[in-house]
């Protein structure tokens, strides 16, 4: 049970579509968003693969990382880095965090992820490496799951945008619900783009590939922002179509 707005509820629910029928998420991974009831809590789902969450799922967490639900259910081990971002940047309204296949590489070779598209322009030119046995040492389960943990990563996130977290995947924040599902399915395509060109670069003997300046990438970023409800609806509509009649036993 939330105290949040029904439209922000919905609007979870098809955020966690979207980003499962764009390949972004699988059956792990999370996306939140602040609530607009409470100024201490943000709106994550419980326990459950993306696919499949409904409003029923959708649960309040505070930024202690502590579960507000009075039917005692749980909600992701990781989510902590959820809480601990939220209370080291005030701006973002809302965060990604998955294991999309395309970026993983970027965080365990020394290829930089940089944008090579109009649509990456957030991505900058420093995205951060975290690095988790920098916190902890070598043993360790690879997982967010407690609050030195999520900090750790927040600092590493910084004042940007997006994250890589090595052998895991990636962190995506943003101002809006909209904006962050936007940038997570374009770091993907990113990764997949840069991938591409690096390859064919190799393959010409040209290992040089032609990335966005630092005025193109923060141009392209500013005006994306502006328009980010256009491929939210398309998104949206095409998540609907692909898991109608989609199911989950409780």
């Given at each position: 049970?939330?105290?949040?707005?029904?439209?922000?509820?919905?609007?979870?629910?098809?955020?966690?579509?979207?980003?499962?029928?764009?390949?972004?998420?699988?059956?792990?991974?999370?996306?939140?968003v602040r609530s607009d009831a409470?100024?201490?809590?943000?709106?994550?789902?419980?326990?459950?693969a993306p696919a499949t969450v409904?409003?029923?799922?959708?649960?309040?967490?505070?930024?202690?990382?502590?579960?507000?639900?009075?039917?005692?259910?749980?909600?992701?081990?990781?989510?902590?880095?959820?809480?601990?971002?939220?209370?080291?940047?005030?701006?973002?309204?809302?965060?990604?965090?998955?294991?999309?296949?395309?970026?993983?590489?970027?965080?365990?070779?020394?290829?930089?992820?940089?944008p090579v598209c109009h649509m990456?322009?957030?991505?900058?030119?420093?995205?951060?490496?975290?690095?988790?046995?920098?916190?902890?040492?070598?043993?360790?389960?690879?997982?967010?799951?407690?609050?030195?943990?999520?900090?750790?990563?927040?600092?590493?996130?910084?004042?940007?945008?997006?994250?890589?977290?090595?052998?895991?995947?990636?962190?995506?924040?943003?101002?809006?619900?909209?904006?962050?599902?936007?940038?997570?399915?374009?770091?993907?395509?990113?990764?997949?783009?840069?991938?591409?060109?690096?390859?064919?670069?190799?393959?010409?003997?040209?290992?040089?590939?032609?990335?966005?300046?630092?005025?193109?990438?923060?141009?392209?970023?500013?005006?994306?922002?502006?328009?980010?409800?256009?491929?939210?609806?398309?998104?949206?509509?095409?998540?609907?179509?692909?898991?109608?009649?989609?199911?989950?036993?409780?």
């Open positions: 049970m939330t105290t949040a707005s029904n439209a922000l509820v919905d609007d979870l629910v098809c955020a966690n579509h979207i980003l499962y029928v764009e390949g972004v998420v699988d059956g792990f991974g999370h996306v939140s409470r100024d201490d809590r943000f709106l994550l789902a419980a326990g459950v409904t409003a029923d799922d959708i649960l309040e967490v505070d930024f202690d990382g502590e579960v507000q639900d009075a039917a005692g259910r749980r909600s992701y081990l990781e989510r902590f880095i959820h809480s601990e971002i939220y209370k080291a940047r005030p701006d973002v309204v809302a965060i990604v965090h998955s294991h999309s296949p395309a970026i993983i590489p970027f965080g365990i070779t020394s290829a930089r992820l940089r990456s322009g957030f991505l900058g030119f420093s995205t951060p490496v975290w690095d988790i046995r920098d916190t902890v040492g070598e043993n360790n389960d690879m997982l967010v799951r407690n609050a030195k943990l999520g900090k750790a990563l927040a600092e590493s996130l910084g004042a940007t945008q997006f994250a890589l977290m090595r052998g895991h995947g990636s962190v995506t924040v943003a101002q809006s619900l909209k904006l962050v599902v936007a940038r997570a399915i374009w770091a993907e395509m990113n990764a997949k783009l840069q991938t591409e060109a690096m390859r064919i670069a190799s393959m010409v003997g040209d290992n040089a590939v032609n990335y966005l300046t630092p005025g193109e990438a923060s141009g392209s970023m500013t005006i994306n922002e502006t328009v980010v409800d256009r491929p939210w609806d398309f998104w949206k509509a095409k998540a609907r179509v692909a898991l109608q009649g989609l199911t989950r036993s409780v």
